[in-house]
């Protein structure tokens, strides 16, 4: 069991349409990042989220932390085919420093 | 280019032989971290280093080692291989031992075949 649940796992959609991307969890975390990860690459670090109901906004993608800092989402806007990428939420739970993963979700953008 | 270096990226190699994947991490960051990564396990922590000195350790199997040099570059060794170890490796790095994000390399790709 994974302690971070990303959902949806795959997302395909089409160019210009909004997406958003969920990651839970029954553990309060003390900070989640998120990543985007490219075939052959490693992950890239998006954003850090560390204050319950922070919202941060990095261009089209907005990251929101959840008040009691167990979940957390990601919105694109005007998705773009380069947007095109494996997303992965990671965080280290309170009182830990060990960073877990969600298993991901493939988002596939069309033209 | 991250700044975090491994090699080699691509790696293929029989069962029971042992492969040393190597990391140098980004100029001035302390810590290192190992991540496996397969299609049924996802991103999986494997081991921590922090300035020459294990840290923390996560689902690292016996037969898998690794350490933490002077120069801060970091090993990981793994042993009688067998065919569910074709993974991708990752190294990651950061300032602290506990951080606000990672810098991830590349990967190195092992198929033990």
């Known amino acids: 069991t994974q302690l971070l649940e990303q959902s949806p796992q795959f997302l395909s959609i089409q160019e210009g349409e909004n997406l958003t991307v969920y990651c839970n969890s029954s553990?309060?975390?003390?900070?989640l990042q998120w990543y985007r990860q490219e075939p052959g690459e490693g992950p890239v670090l998006l954003v850090t989220?560390?204050?319950?109901?922070e919202v941060k906004k990095l261009k089209r993608l907005t990251f929101q932390f959840g008040d009691a800092r167990k979940d957390s989402s990601l919105h694109i806007t005007a998705a773009q085919p380069g947007d095109t990428g494996l997303y992965l939420c990671?965080?280290?739970?309170?009182?830990?420093?060990?960073?877990?993963f969600g298993a991901g979700t493939t988002v596939t953008v069309r033209a | 280019d991250s700044g975090v270096t491994q090699t080699p990226k691509h790696l293929i190699t029989a069962t029971g032989q042992r492969v040393t994947l190597r990391c140098s991490p980004r100029?001035?960051?302390?810590?290192v971290y190992w991540y496996q990564q397969s299609l049924d396990q996802g991103l999986q922590f494997l081991i921590q280093?922090?300035?020459?000195?294990?840290?923390a350790k996560g689902n690292i199997l016996e037969r898998f080692s690794a350490q933490q040099f002077p120069d801060l570059h970091s090993e990981l060794n793994l042993s009688s291989l067998e065919l569910g170890d074709s993974a991708l490796y990752f190294c990651?790095?950061?300032?602290?031992?506990?951080?606000?994000?990672?810098?991830f390399g590349s990967g190195t790709r092992l198929t033990v075949v």
């Open positions: 553990s309060v975390f003390s900070s």
């Open positions: 990651a790095s950061s300032v602290e031992y506990w951080d606000y994000g990672y810098t």
């Open positions: 100029s001035g960051d302390l810590s």
């Open positions: 280093y922090y300035n020459g000195e294990e840290r």
């Open positions: 990671a965080g280290p739970k309170l009182g830990d420093y060990k960073l877990s």
């Open positions: 989220v560390v204050t319950g109901g």
